[in-house]
Structures are given as structure tokens and as C-alpha cells.
């Protein structure tokens, strides 16, 4: 396959921008108009690809396969368990603000070789799903164990999920880094800019113990664990090497120069002229070569540190006999090095236990690196239902697997009609039940497809525990007869949000079509970053408001119908959240969904007060009644994209009626997947 594509015609093409519609070379037939469910092919392509060397950036060794990796890992790697921001989902790495990170440097690179195959395929293939199996490729072209490949990303059309990664105005207003170099969750990266953390050490020194402290602090904020983490370091650096050739740096970043990005100033700026991380340096003494030869050197040397070339701190063995690698080019030698967050590994107990582990069990090193890659590489993508291919691994612990849907379902009409008996012998149940459901279904989180109803984990810890869900145990209490009169095949799940539509029918709300076939986990696992982000609480930000929507994947039209309704119908007493009354001390209940929140909101003005009762709260009070709201009520009046959806429902109740029926519909079922980019319930 030939690669070479001049820069001026990539640039026309948009080659680093354009999506969906990609532009086709010539010969490429078009027969790939769907999406792909075996990739087959597209392997075979990229193994073509990895050792057909090219001028414009000639390749390590003759292998594409360490940079190809690298390109994955930072695509994968900037996902964070805080709100399921970033991940590979999306291929957002060409876009602003990640392709002009410093930890991205010359990224634009491995992406222009891979757009033969990306323009060969189409539409049939994503980028997202291209660089991840681009990176599983390289890795089993050297040697190295996988666990298997999910399918089905998509691709985003800019790069503005990726705000909240920073730098950006966004993140700096939600996710401030006074320090950069020292940023704390929810913040991904110990560094906006950087992957996971300095590999020089914390705020640039290099101190590895204090290093070590760092990385369990960084990858615990992506859900890994001790031997993850370890495996993932030491699996990275058994390929290829670090370029820093010279202090003079890689140049200008696309942001500043789109057209010839990152030239390189040492040299010619390529080959053995290279610049990127700025740390000249390789690990092994085979970096094509899959081994655990990394944790071999680590502990079998003593290290000392010195400047590289890049005048970056870095380490060589002590003493004459040095282990050497070739050049990249192949013609002369490079002594081999360490980093300090690879030192680091040495300076904490059970990062050196691991060490030694891998260092002496090659087979148990294979087994953690081929699950923990496939966990970075996919973690992002939600549940297995969500992957397609010819090679998806079973369920992990951490897809939080469900059981299948049974075979056989109850009929839904006679479980309306028990629930409905409830209602009309306690009316007060028409809050408990639009709220249970709502506190259910108001987990599910679109960035990372965690959380929904599916599963009803919010009869577990830590759900349960939560202080929005207090007395929602008292609610799961008064379904319990209707759930033991269907018996297993009528899951709490599909009972928690039938519940919450016939409530909201019962409350004047229109007939909403039920989906049935949720099944239920048998623990609260993967809830722990759930907990809701909007409470109703006086410290609650516009900025937090509308990233909590955003999170859950609504519009702020369909948040503004649904918090609305919250105000009209929630539970009245003993409540916490969206989904509740608002006049605790009010003597007369409407327990009628209507648009009377937007009337009230827009008719009157609000002043700040101290509701006094068993739980002090701060609210907002109608200047001339005794009428409350909470501050992210009153900012549907105050900001003007809020109001002006308030202003489309002050006197239009029947539109109101419409859309909170879609708008809960739509959240109820947000988790029903059907693959990568279909709904069971649509």
C-alpha cells in the first residue's frame, strides 16, 4: 500500500478534520456504505501499513507499530471516571483542544498515515474505531497479547466534549487547575494537557516516590487498579522510544501553525532529529519485540539521573556494562533509560511487588496487560450490549454485565392496574413514585452510557445511601406487594419506572408508551461517580446546571419540561433532589402535572431566604407570598437561554404536557442499547 499523500493536498482534503463524509481516493469503489461488523480487513490494512516506511516521517526501526500504539493509548487515555469525559469514543483527537495537547505532539502524523485506510472504508469506519484498532494491530504485530476489540464508536463532528478536558474557558469555570501540574479530580490528568501525569515527576522534579504518589492518585481517577496500572506503564514502555533530540523543541502546535504543525526544530525534525516528549530515551533492548524485559532492567540496574539531550531530567544505569538498543534509524546504538514515573514503580511497596511479578512471569504480565489495555481502550464504550465485531471479549466486571432479559414477560397492563390501586388509596403516592423513578433514571450518564434504570441500583449502596434518595427505601416498601405478585418476571426495574409513567398518567400527564425488559443487578457496581451533580442546593452554578444536563444527554428545552414537572407533581415531605415540592408548608397539595412552574417562575420576583425546619436550606422566596423555588429554578428566569425556553411554556400547557412526555420517555429508555448506535424501545 502506498502512503505517500502530499501535505498541500491532505490540507485541501481537510485531511485532520473532515468526518463522517470523508472524501474518497481515487479507486476507491464505495462498496463499504454500512458500518463494519468485522475488521478483518481493516487489520490486514494497518499491518500493511507498519512497516511501509515514509519519507515525511520515516519510521522507528521500520515499525509504525510504537507510535500507532502511542496514537491509541492518548486517544483511549484521556477518559476519566468523575463524568465519563473523554475516552477514544468520538475520535476527538483531531480536533481542538486535544490534537494541540503537549503530550499529542506529532499525533497528526500517525493520523495522515492512517487516512488511506480511513478514506478506503468511509463512512463504514470511524475514526475512533480506526486508531483503537490500529493500536491493537501494532501490538499484536510485535508480539503482545489482546484481549479482543469492542466495535462501534462514532464519530464526534468537533471537539467540544472535549472542553471539559481543558485548556478551555469551560473547564477552567467547572474544573479549575490553579496549579497546572498539581490539578485534583474531577480532573482527569495531574496536568491539563498531559495524558496522565508528569513522566519527569510532579510540577517537572524528579523525585520517584513522590511520583508514585502521583500515578495511583491519576489512574485511580480512571478506575485502575495497582496491577492495571503497573501493566499499562510497563506494556507502553516495552515498545519504541521517547524523542528529544535537542532543547530546541517540536515547533509550533497545530492551534498556532494548522498547516505544517510541530516541524520539529532539531534538525531536519525527523528520524534521529525527532522531537517529542522531549526525553531521548528507549526502554528495552528489542522496542519492536513484545517481552517484560522493562521490568527486568528495572530492577536488575541502579539508575542515576541526568539531563537528555531534550534537557529533560531523566535516567541511565549506573556502572560500564550498558545495555544498548539500535538507533531508530538503525545505525548506530542507544543505551537504554528510565523515566522517573517508571522509577517510581520501585518506590512503592505494591508497585514493586508487581514489578517482580512480571519481571519473573511472563504469562501473568501477558494475561494483565491484554485486559487492562482492552479496559483503557474501552471503557468509554458502556456495557458489552453497546460493541459490535467479529472479535468482542465477554462481558467485564467493569461493563457492570446484567442478566438477560427473560423470555418471557408479564403482561403490563395488569401491573398498571395494581399500581394504580395504590394511587387511588394514597394520592401522595404520585410524588413517591414520579420521584423514585426519576431519581432511577436521572443516573444515566451519555458520556460513558453508565447509570439509567436498567439495573434499578438505587435500591443498593451506594445509591441508597445517598442523601437525594432518603425515604426512597419507604417507596421500593409500598411497590413491594405489586413486585411479589409477578414474581421474577417482572424485574424492580421495569416496577420502578411503570411506576413513575402511571403516576405521571394519573397526575394529568399524557399516555406514555411503556418498553419493558430491564433486568436487575445484584449490586450498586459502577454507581460510585453517579451521584447526582444538581440538587436543588443554593451552591449549585449555571455552569454545573447545564453540564449536569449535557451529562445525562438532554437539552436544556428537555431538562426545563422534566425539572418543571419535578416542581408540579414531586414527593411533598421527607424528600431531597429535583423531584419535589418546593411550598414544603403549603396547606393545600395540587398534585396535577401541569406548566404552573414556568408561570410562577416568570410572574414574580425572588428573593433569597433561609427555609427553618429539620434540615436548614437556602431558597428562593416570591417577594409577595410564600411561594419558593430553588436557585437552579430561578436561573430559568434569570439566564436568558433558560428563560427563553420558560417563555415558550408560560402559556401553553398542552405543549408542556407533549414534551415532558418525550423528555421522559427519552430518559427512561436513554440505557436500552441496541449496539453501538440503535435503541430497543425506538
Known sequence: MKLILSLVYLHNLGWDNHIMGYPRIPGNTGDHQRRLDNFDDVIKDVNELLTDSQEFWPADYGNYGPLLIRLAWHSAGTYRSSDGRGGGNGGRQRFEPERSWPDNTNLDKARRLLIPIKQKYGEALSWGDLIIIAGNTAIQNMGGPLLGFCGGRADALDGSDSAMLGPSKEQETLMPCPVNGACKAPLGASTVGLI???????????????SSLDIREVFGRMNMNDTETVALIGGGHSFGKG???????????PKEDPINPWPGNCGKGTGNDTFT??????????????DNEFFKNLLLFDWQIYKGPGNSFQWTMKGDKRPAAPSADGKTKQTIGML?????LLHDDSYLDIVKKFASDQAAFD?????????????DMGPVTRCIGNNVPPSQPWQYPLPPTPSNLPNFSPVRKAIRKILNKNRGAIGKFARLAWQSISTFRSTDYLG??????IRFSPQKDWSVNKNLN???????????KFGESLSWADLIVLAGNTAIERAGGKRM?????????????????????????????????????????LSQREFAVLNAGGYAIGEQYGCDGLFCKRDVQAFKTDYRLSNRFFAILQSKDWIKHTVYGNNQKRMYKASDSHTFMFSTDVMFKEDSELNDVTNQYVYDNEKFLDDFAAAWTKLANADRFDGPYGNLCN
Open 474 to 484: 419507604k417507596v421500593l416498601y409500598l411497590l413491594r406487594p405489586v413486585k411479589e
Open 340 to 344: 522517573t514515573s517508571d522509577l517510581a
Open 196 to 210: 496522565y501525569v508528569n513522566p519527569a515527576g510532579p510540577m517537572g522534579v524528579p523525585v520517584p516516590k513522590k
Open 243 to 253: 524523542h528529544g533530540a535537542c532543547p530546541a523543541g517540536a515547533g509550533k502546535p
Open 452 to 457: 439509567g434504570g436498567n439495573g434499578a441500583r
Open 513 to 553: 408508551v411503556f418498553c419493558g425488559g430491564r433486568t436487575d443487578a445484584l449490586d450498586g457496581e459502577g454507581s460510585t461517580d453517579l451521584k447526582p451533580k444538581i440538587t436543588g442546593d443554593f451552591y449549585d452554578s449555571l455552569a454545573q446546571l447545564k453540564e449536569f444536563m449535557k451529562l445525562m444527554g
Open 367 to 379: 494475561h494483565a496487560f491484554a485486559n487492562a489495555w482492552y479496559k483503557l481502550t474501552t471503557r
Open 277 to 290: 516528549s522531549g526525553f531521548e530515551i528507549v526502554w528495552t533492548t528489542n522496542p519492536t519485540e513484545w
